[in-house]
Each structure stands twice: as C-alpha cells, then as structure tokens.
C-alpha cells in the first residue's frame, strides 16, 4: 500500500474515489499518480487535524484558496461530499479546470488579497503552499482576509516553510530555481531575522519565503486570530498552522 492510499484509507477513502482526470497544465503533476494523490490527501489529513483543533464538529464549507488544477480539491470532494467547496486561484485556467471538471465554485484570486472581493464566509480556510512564495509585507493582507471570510468558530488552516525546509536549502535537497547565491542568502536570512524571502528570476513578487514559527506567531498576534495547533512538517516538509477568530 502506497503513502497515499495509506493517508486515504485513513478517511475511509481509496484512490479508486478521487476524480483522476489531470489537465495537461497542471504544473503539480509530474507523470505519477500516486504522488499527486498523496499531496491532496495530505491536505486532507491537515484539514481534519485542524478541525479537531478548532473543536470544529462538522465542515459544511471549505475554500481551496489557491487550488491550483485540484490537487486537493479532488480529495476534499470525495471526503466532504456533502460540503460546499470553492476553490480560487490567480490561474484563470486551474480555476476553469476545477469548475468543469471536478464540479465546485470558484473565482479568480489576485496577488493582492485587498484586490480579492467576496461577500462570502466558509467554516474552513485551506492556504497550502500560499504563504510560502510571498513576502513579509503581504503576510497581514492575507491572515486578514482569512479572519474576514471565516464563519464564527471556522478555521484557516495554512502552511508554513520552516526549520525543515530551510536544512533542505541548505543541503541543497530542493531545486528551487532561485538566482545563483540567493538560497545561501535565504538560509543566512532565516537564521537571523526567522524570515527570508527571494524572488523567482523574473517574477517580481512571487518566490521562495522562509518563516520561523516565532516570526509567524508574531504576525498572527497583530490580527483577531488565535493559533489553535502547529504542526512540524504536517505536509510534507510545510508545517501547518490552524487558527480561528477571537483571542
């Protein structure tokens, strides 16, 4: 039984459920199945741990913010089925992809979550992989536009790159397709301030960020949220942060 079947079966789930027609842009798949699935089921898994820890008894709505092609969309359909699901995304054609064939709401996000304009609420926010391509200046726009679109007892649930993914920059485990010195700059960064950001070459305002959960705790003080659970290396080698309103 593979990783993936595992986490899934753990939810009553089998692989044989998730919607498995990938759309040929959907830069998440890189020719293996089984690898795919893992990710939306490691959303899952965070999902539901951050449920519990929101003390969160059922789920009747979740947005996917930055769903991407439905990576996690799909297993969040086959586990919610009877949830609203919206997904959103700055890519027109992920978002038209999850419409038309997994079947949910969505809308197209912008950079600028200040630009994003939703009269709507959910019970559950899910972030994965949002917070770690922007910098420090963005992270208060968009923690607040979570706590504005959750329902009264709801969670945002995100992810975070720390510790763990700062010695993978360091050993060089990860291609990060940043400049040549700019992961060295990354990691001396982290190591003093628990926060570095760099640019994608020629993506001005989307790249590789690196966030202590000290630094992160910080930011999250400053806004009406509370942190419920932090979990180390909760997907994959992302820690995951749950938060919910009120303090």
Same mark, same amino acid.
């Given at each position: 039984?593979?990783?993936?079947?595992?986490?899934?079966?753990?939810?009553?789930?089998?692989?044989?459920?998730?919607?498995?027609?990938?759309?040929?842009?959907?830069?998440?798949?890189?020719?293996?199945?089984?690898?795919?699935?893992?990710?939306?089921?490691?959303?899952?898994?965070?999902?539901?741990?951050?449920?519990?820890?929101?003390?969160?008894?059922?789920?009747?709505?979740?947005?996917?913010?930055?769903?991407?092609?439905?990576?996690?969309?799909?297993?969040?359909?086959?586990?919610?089925?009877?949830?609203?699901?919206?997904?959103?995304?700055? +890519?027109?054609? &992920?978002? !038209?992809?999850?419409?038309? $064939? %997994?079947?949910?709401?969505?809308? /197209?996000? =912008? @950079?600028?979550?200040?630009?994003?304009?939703?009269?709507?609420?959910?019970?559950?926010?899910?972030?994965?992989?949002?917070?770690?391509?922007?910098?420090?200046?963005?992270?208060?726009?968009?923690?607040?536009?979570?706590?504005?679109?959750?329902?009264?007892?709801?969670?945002?649930?995100?992810?975070?790159?720390?510790?763990?993914?700062?010695?993978?920059?360091?050993?060089?485990?990860?291609?990060?397709?940043?400049?040549?010195?700019?992961?060295?700059?990354?990691?001396?960064?982290?190591?003093?301030?628990?926060?570095?950001?760099? +640019?994608?070459? &020629?993506? !001005?305002?989307?790249?590789? $960020? %690196?966030?202590?959960?000290?630094? /992160?705790? =910080? @930011?999250?003080?400053?806004?009406?949220?509370?942190?419920?659970?932090?979990?180390?290396?909760?997907?994959?080698?992302?820690?995951?942060?749950?938060?919910?309103?009120?303090?």
């Amino acid at each position: 039984m593979s990783r993936a079947d595992e986490l899934l079966a753990a939810h009553g789930l089998r692989a044989s459920d998730i919607e498995q027609r990938i759309s040929p842009n959907d830069v998440m798949f890189a020719g293996n199945i089984g690898a795919y699935l893992l990710g939306g089921a490691g959303s899952l898994r965070a999902i539901e741990r951050g449920r519990r820890a929101a003390a969160l008894t059922a789920v009747r709505s979740i947005l996917d913010f930055g769903c991407g092609h439905g990576r996690a969309l799909r297993v969040l359909k086959a586990a919610y089925p009877d949830a609203r699901l919206v997904g959103c995304d700055v +890519d027109r054609d &992920g978002v !038209d992809f999850c419409r038309t $064939t %997994l079947g949910v709401d969505t809308f /197209v996000s =912008d @950079a600028d979550p200040r630009a994003i304009d939703l009269d709507d609420r959910f019970d559950a926010v899910w972030a994965g992989s949002v917070l770690t391509h922007v910098g420090a200046e963005r992270w208060p726009l968009f923690l607040r536009w979570f706590e504005a679109h959750l329902n009264p007892g709801g969670a945002a649930i995100f992810t975070f790159q720390s510790h763990a993914a700062r010695d993978l920059v360091q050993a060089n485990g990860v291609d990060l397709s940043l400049a040549p010195g700019a992961p060295e700059a990354l990691v001396r960064e982290f190591d003093r301030a628990g926060f570095a950001y760099a +640019d994608y070459p &020629g993506q !001005d305002g989307y790249g590789v $960020t %690196l966030s202590s959960f000290e630094w /992160v705790r =910080d @930011a999250v003080a400053a806004t009406g949220l509370r942190i419920v659970d932090h979990a180390e290396r909760g997907w994959g080698v992302h820690d995951v942060l749950t938060l919910t309103a009120g303090r």
